[in-house]
């Protein structure tokens, strides 16, 4: 069983960078897609990037593409979503969860308590 929590949100200025975090407790994660999703105020959870813990293959939905990048620390078992040119369209709250290789979108489970990101001037 995977357990996530997230952090590393805050309130930042528009033009910012932010890292968030996606710490993992689990035996392994070499089955799974860690995924980071975003809830806007008023809107859907919606996929925002993801990273296949074995071979690295990534995902990302188009408005972050250049902008944001997904990464992992094997030792750390800990899932990165550095976030730069950060926009008010960006304020959400950030949730991890996993799914297993192969699953389909709605197979991600996990899901961790969120951390939000505010970008406002």
């Known amino acids: 069983q995977v357990q996530l929590a997230e952090s590393g949100g805050g309130l930042v200025r528009p033009g910012d960078s932010l890292r968030l975090s996606c710490a993992a407790s689990?035996?392994?994660?070499?089955?799974?897609?860690v995924g980071w999703f975003r809830q806007p105020p008023g809107k859907e959870r919606d996929i925002v990037a993801a990273?296949?813990?074995?071979?690295?293959?990534?995902f990302y939905t188009d408005s972050v593409k250049g902008r944001f990048t997904i990464s992992r620390d094997t030792a750390k078992k800990t899932v990165y979503l550095q976030m730069s040119d950060l926009q008010p369209e960006d304020t959400a709250i950030y949730y991890c969860?996993?799914?297993?290789?192969?699953?389909?979108?709605?197979?991600?489970?996990?899901w961790g308590q969120g951390t939000q990101v505010t970008v406002s001037s």
């Open positions: 969860a996993v799914k297993p290789r192969g699953g389909t979108r709605s197979e991600y489970r996990s």
């Open positions: 689990a035996r392994t994660l070499d089955y799974y897609v």
């Open positions: 990273i296949t813990w074995s071979d690295l293959h990534t």
